[in-house]
């Protein structure tokens, strides 16, 4: 069974502490994505890497940054959060190749920033 | 502009009619693929269904269909049969063919009634 794992469902903080959010896919997908969900304003892109080393940012990367030293592993980082970084949080992966290719989505965090 | 637009925030129907999620889209890329995810309160995404520009006859999987007209953009889910399993939000959306970036549309809560 493929797999994308996050590795907290929940995570309260504190304002101006540095989170990690850690994101694992066992498929060896080439594609990884951070999303933000907020009511009503659906899902947002944050950062996304094609490649270990490489990222691109998404529409929303102000706040946040990003890690991929291995190709499992996807990290986003919020180097001082804030009250307003308070939401879910969708890693997800994919294959490069052809359009047909679906993301498949890890569980989620929800993040509460005090 | 929007890439995706989903124009129902809230749908209800009663348990074992049809409902139809209303999608647009916007591209000038001729390759692109048209995906619909189910996000049930759990908050896990479930891929539903997937409909390439080239393909020539509607997705369907099982009660899902998708309702293709190229020439309009639209790209609308059909779900035959409603269940109460079937309340949930329902997100669409669409990969191009030149880049690995998805995007989704606001999604639409869909509450079934029994």
């Known amino acids: 069974d493929v797999k994308v794992t996050q590795s907290s469902r929940y995570l309260v903080k504190r304002t101006g502490e540095k989170v990690f959010l850690e994101c694992v896919q066992d498929?060896?997908?080439?594609?990884m994505f951070w999303y933000r969900q907020d009511p009503g304003l659906g899902l947002r892109l944050i950062y996304f890497s094609y490649d270990v080393k490489m990222k691109e940012k998404g529409d929303i990367p102000e706040g946040y940054s990003v890690s991929r030293e291995k190709k499992e592993r996807f990290s986003l980082i919020l180097e001082s959060a804030s009250t307003n970084q308070t939401s879910m949080y969708l890693c997800a992966s994919s294959s490069s190749g052809t359009v047909s290719y679906e993301q498949y989505f890890g569980p989620g965090t929800r993040l509460t920033v005090t | 502009a929007q890439k995706i637009t989903q124009t129902q925030p809230g749908m209800f129907v009663q348990e074992k009619e049809a409902v139809t999620l209303d999608c647009t889209y916007d591209t000038s890329d001729p390759s692109y693929g048209l995906f619909w995810y189910k996000q049930p309160s759990s908050g896990e995404m479930i891929f539903l269904i997937y409909?390439?520009?080239?393909?020539?006859q509607n997705a369907t999987e099982g009660r899902y269909s998708l309702n293709f007209q190229k020439a309009r953009k639209s790209a609308n889910l059909v779900i035959s049969a409603s269940q109460l399993g079937d309340s949930a939000m329902y997100f669409c959306?669409?990969?191009?063919?030149?880049?690995?970036?998805?995007?989704f549309g606001t999604g639409t809560s869909l509450t079934v009634i029994p």
């Open positions: 498929m060896d997908h080439e594609n």
């Open positions: 959306a669409m990969r191009e063919n030149t880049g690995n970036q998805f995007y």
């Open positions: 409909q390439g520009s080239y393909d020539q």
